[in-house]
């Protein structure tokens, strides 16, 4: 399953390929075919809980995750790092760490 999915297309992913029905789903996770709909539509947000039910009963369990969110400066100066040629970055390089390193001396 896709990392990002909202609530309806983890459902309906999930249910769609466990071959399932949504009675069939409903009936395996204790609840209502009509709740299912709601669910796979966007029309109402399952609790954690009952996402729990919905995945277990679709054979599947669930992860919370977390990743590193990049940095949109560090993004956009990648990207311009990138348009330059090798040489061009060392030089930049240097420059930057000479910048980096006057408040140390300038602190001595």
């Not at 297309?9 to 466990?18: F, P, Q, Y």
């Not at 399932?20 to 966007?42: F, K, W």
């Not at 969110?69 to 330059?84: F, G, H, K, M």
Request: glycine share 4%; net charge positive; aromatic share 2%.
């Amino acid at each position: 399953m896709n990392t990002e999915e909202s609530p309806a297309a983890l459902v309906r992913n999930a249910r769609r390929s466990a071959g399932l029905s949504q009675r069939d789903l409903a009936r395996r996770a204790g609840t209502s075919q009509p709740a299912i709909v709601r669910y796979e539509r966007g029309l109402a947000t399952p609790s954690w809980e009952t996402l729990e039910r919905l995945a277990e009963g679709c054979g599947r369990r669930l992860t919370i995750s977390s990743a590193i969110a990049p940095d949109p400066d560090d993004v956009q100066l990648a990207e311009a790092l990138l348009e330059r040629t090798p040489l061009e970055r060392l030089r930049a390089l240097r420059r930057y760490a000479r910048l980096h390193a006057l408040p140390a001396r300038e602190a001595r």
